[in-house]
T-cell receptor, first 110, second 118 residues
Framework: TQLLEQSPQFLSIQEGENLTVYCNSSSVFSSLQWYRQEPGEGPVLLVTVVTGGEVKKLKRLTFQFGDARKDSSLHITAAQTGDTGLYLCAVMDSNYQLIWGAGTKLIIKP | NAGVMQNPRHLVRRRGQEARLRCSPMKGHSHVYWYRQLPEEGLKFMVYLQKENIIDESGMPKERFSAEFPKEGPSILRIQQVVRGDSAAYFC????????????????FGQGTRLTVV
C-alpha cells in the first residue's frame, strides 16, 4: 500500500469548472508539498503546508492541510487549460527521503 | 538564485556507450536526489546523496549505475554500457540543509535529462 493515496487518479473537466483533488494518509506529517509536473518537464513545487488546518492560496489554487496533518486537498477554481498537468503530493520522511503519491492527472478541456 | 541545473537536456547514446548526467543543485543545498521517469509513469527514486556521501542508493540498479556528489562541482549520475532499457528522463532534485537548517523539507527539481539509447 502506498503511504500517500491521491485521488482521483485521473480527472478531465471543462475549462471554467471547479475541482478538488486529494492526498490522504494514515500517517502524520510535519509538512507536505504539492508539485505540478507538465509533460517533458520536471516537477515544480507549488506549495508547502506545515500547520494543521492551514490554508494557502496561490491565485486560483487553494491548498489545505488537514487538522490532524494526515491529509491535504488542492482546490482549483475556474480551471484553465494551463492547469493541465500531473499533480503530485509529497512528504519528506525522517531520513530526508521524498515520499510521493502516485499523482492526479488533470486535463482541462477548452 | 538559479534553480537546479541539469545538463545536458537531451542525450543520445549508442548501446554500450557511457552516459554522464550532471546536476548542479541550488546554491546552499547539500542534499541531492536522482529520479528516473518513464513515459506515463511516476518518478522512481534512484539515489540520495549529500556532499561526498551516498546516503541511500536503494533505487539504483546494482550494475552499470553509479552516482557521486563531490565536495566541489556537480553531482554526476553515470551509466556505463547503456542499453535500450535505460532510455528515460532522469531528474535531479536538491534540498537545503537538513537538521540544522530552517527548512529541509522542500525539494526543487531540475528540468531533467532525456536519455535516448539507440
Amino acid at each position: 500500500t502506498q503511504l500517500l493515496e491521491q485521488s482521483p487518479q485521473f480527472l478531465s473537466i471543462q475549462e471554467g469548472e471547479n475541482l478538488t483533488v486529494y492526498c490522504n494518509s494514515s500517517s502524520v506529517f510535519s509538512s507536505l508539498q504539492w508539485y505540478r509536473q507538465e509533460p517533458g518537464e520536471g516537477p515544480v513545487l507549488l506549495v508547502t503546508v506545515v500547520t494543521g488546518g492551514e490554508v494557502k492560496k496561490l491565485k486560483r489554487l487553494t491548498f489545505q492541510f488537514g487538522d490532524a496533518r494526515k491529509d491535504s486537498s488542492l482546490h482549483i477554481t475556474a480551471a484553465q487549460t494551463g492547469d493541465t498537468g500531473l499533480y503530485l503530493c509529497a512528504v519528506m520522511d525522517s531520513n530526508y527521503q521524498l515520499i510521493w503519491g502516485a499523482g492526479t492527472k488533470l486535463i482541462i478541456k477548452p | 538564485n538559479a534553480g537546479v541545473m541539469q545538463n545536458p537536456r537531451h542525450l543520445v547514446r549508442r548501446r554500450g556507450q557511457e552516459a554522464r548526467l550532471r546536476c548542479s543543485p541550488m546554491k546552499g543545498h547539500s542534499h541531492v536526489y536522482w529520479y528516473r521517469q518513464l513515459p506515463e509513469e511516476g518518478l522512481k527514486f534512484m539515489v540520495y546523496l549529500q556532499k561526498e556521501n551516498i546516503i541511500d542508493e536503494s533505487g539504483m540498479p546494482k550494475e552499470r549505475f553509479s552516482a557521486e556528489f563531490p565536495k566541489e562541482g556537480p553531482s554526476i549520475l553515470r551509466i556505463q554500457q547503456v542499453v535500450r532499457g535505460d532510455s528515460a528522463a532522469y531528474f535531479c532534485a536538491s534540498s537545503p540543509l537538513g537538521p540544522t537548517g530552517e527548512t529541509g523539507t522542500e525539494a526543487f527539481f531540475g528540468q531533467g535529462t532525456r536519455l535516448t539509447v539507440v
